[in-house]
């Protein structure tokens, strides 16, 4: 059997040539990284938890009207996607010091902020995604000052809708991270939501305890990484069938 043409593989996910002109098969990894490839490990399973978890959440978003590049799961490890032109910028919405702005402002780990705030990190492995402003975005065109508005409002929307989602299930939704795209439709190009959204790109903690439910497990050793994401995907209604002794799933496909 011929095997599909590998456009791209990333640290957590590999993408292929879809089954139609305009699509990709994302495929999940459980391989995981942090601090810009310095650490490395697999965390078994977790490929298929964010195919799905990741699935459950672009879902519930195009059900309010953020257009994402998610069209269907095909299996436990992959899913069906527009390929989309990705703009080149990490978008970061914080409600919650946690990692990165602690360092940097010297707030303690924790600290409700006043209100959501937005980052943007430049992706670029070799200068490992260092935090650029508006002004660099637009003064070296990775996105125009309209798009860049568009990704903003998107991003806070998000926000706000996963927010409540995971408060409804005893989930802080400290901060996350997402990617945007330019789809071309005809003569048409609109920004939609692309990437993943899961507790790779997360900070979920439990509302009572505070306990950890995300990569930052893996990134400070705290282990039950496994653990914390089915525990997402359990609290979320939507464990894969069968429930976790399918976790190891295919190990690759075709
Ligand atoms: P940070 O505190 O390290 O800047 O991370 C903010 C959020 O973005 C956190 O939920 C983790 C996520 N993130 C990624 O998904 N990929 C990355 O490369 C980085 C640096 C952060």
Known sequence: MARRRKVYEGKAKVLFEGPEPGTLVQYFKDDATAFNNEKQGI?????????????????????IGVPTHFVR???????????????????????????SITKRLGITEGTPLPRSIVEYCY???????????????????????????EVMSLALRINDFLYGLFIGVGIRLVDFKCEFGR?????????????????????LWDIESNEKLDKDRFRRDLGGVAEAYQEVARRLGILPEGGPRDLKGPAIMQ
Not at 73 to 85: T, Y
Not at 123 to 149: M, N, Q, R, Y
Not at 183 to 194: E, F, S
Not at 196 to 203: L, N, Q, W
Request: glycine letters at 4%.
């Open 123 to 149: 992706k670029s492995d070799d200068l490992s995604d260092p935090l650029v402003t508006e002004e660099h975005i637009t003064c070296f065109g990775w996105a125009s000052p309209s798009e860049l508005d």
């Open 73 to 99: 799961r095909l299996n436990m490890r992959e899913q069906l996607i527009r390929e989309v032109e990705i703009i080149p910028i990490e978008v970061i919405v914080r409600n919650v010091a946690a990692g």
């Open 43 to 63: 965390i078994t399973g977790k490929g298929v938890l964010n195919n799905r978890i990741s699935e459950y959440i672009m879902t519930r978003l195009s059900e």
């Open 183 to 203: 789809l071309y439709q005809n003569d048409d190009v609109r920004i939609v939501l692309a990437d993943e959204i899961s507790p790779d790109s997360c900070r």
